[in-house]
């Protein structure tokens, strides 16, 4: 029998929703049937599909789910006439621009068991989901350090946040997703050096549940873009390059010695490099393959908006720690499941 077709909707027509308007018309088993945006499209990026002014007339269309790719601002107020009206939603990361804000999403979806996402894409990422997938199967052993490098130009579709909340999301989500721990500590320093209000660097040191220890360096303020994720272990090093999505491991060699004093030290040294082949699908894509699934009730492999509460208190924690310089502690009692 052949899954009913689902009626979506997008809110929002700018850089990212233009890419969602992309995938959401080629996807198999979805109708893009209306796009919100009150500027209009002036660039042609609807696919299509009718433009409307406002978040009523979308509903009124009568849809099953919507994305919603608004600023990061009005989050709030969109994912709640969605969920008031039953509306699915897969809302761009970061969930809200405040914790309090995003509880009260967590809150309006759950209560009335609506299916609800954060489109944190970088789960979507062939090198991280293999990554993830060796992390659980044990063969890195037990995992020690996960080191991230999020950096590049300042990207001017960006007014209403810092790199923290923009980019550094990325990555907080990424490490609690791969390791399948949680933050319970953060200390960070933030720069701003551009001239706007928010800050425009931080580098952060955190710890996860288990003891493995994270460190985070972000900023838009480098001309060398680069996504970088490493995590190190007992049996070596896994480094993933989300931007041409490679994955590589650098193992520990196992080199015998007739020297006691060597014997004894408990270090390591350098082993074989391994390059994995990855089949290499768009991450957006995938995200938007997961999500249908899950509103047809067919897979929960998605972004719950309660992990996506949980990295907001992270960065909201990071942003804490750099303006009162500690250390910054993190309730685990409320950490996703």
Not at 65 to 71: E, F, G, I, Q
Not at 268 to 283: H, L, Q, T, W
Not at 286 to 296: G, N
Request: net charge negative; aromatic share 4%.
């Amino acid at each position: 029998m052949t899954a009913a077709v689902l009626r979506a909707g997008l809110v929002g027509l700018g850089s990212m929703g233009r890419h969602h308007a992309r995938v959401l018309a080629g996807l198999d088993g979805v109708d893009l049937v209306g796009v919100v945006d009150p500027m209009g499209d002036k660039n042609g990026w609807a696919q299509g599909a009718p433009v409307l002014s406002t978040v009523e007339e979308l509903i009124a269309l009568g849809v099953d789910y919507a994305v919603v790719a608004c600023p990061t601002a009005l989050h709030e107020e969109v994912g709640l006439q969605l969920a008031d009206a039953g509306v699915c939603a897969l809302i761009e990361k970061p969930l809200a621009d405040t914790v309090e804000g995003a509880r009260r999403l967590v809150e309006a979806f759950e209560s009335r068991g609506l299916v609800a996402g954060v489109g944190h894409i970088e789960r979507c990422n062939p090198a991280l989901r293999s990554l993830r997938s060796r992390l659980e199967a044990g063969e890195l052993g037990d995992v020690f350090q996960v080191v991230t490098r999020r950096q590049g130009p300042f990207p001017h579709r960006i007014a209403d946040v810092g790199v923290v909340k923009d980019l550094a999301t990325h990555d907080i989500d990424l490490t609690g997703w791969v390791t399948g721990q949680t933050y319970t500590s953060i200390a960070a320093h933030t720069v701003s050096k551009s001239g706007r209000p928010h800050e425009d660097m931080v580098s952060a040191v955190g710890q996860l549940s288990d003891g493995t220890m994270v460190n985070h360096l972000v900023n838009w303020l480098s001309p060398l873009k680069e996504r970088f994720t490493s995590v190190t272990g007992e049996r070596g090093c896994y480094i993933a390059d989300t931007l041409t999505a490679d994955l590589t491991f650098h193992s520990n060699a196992a080199v015998a010695t007739e020297w006691e004093a060597l014997r004894a030290f408990r270090g390591v040294s350098e082993g074989d490099m391994i390059r994995y082949a990855i089949p290499k699908r768009e991450p957006l894509l995938v995200e938007h393959e997961l999500f249908r699934d899950a509103v047809r009730g067919e897979s929960a492999d998605i972004c719950t908006l309660r992990q996506g509460l949980r990295t907001v208190e992270v960065a909201a924690a990071v942003l804490e720690s750099a303006v009162s310089r500690t250390t910054v502690r993190l309730d685990t009692d409320s950490a996703a499941a």
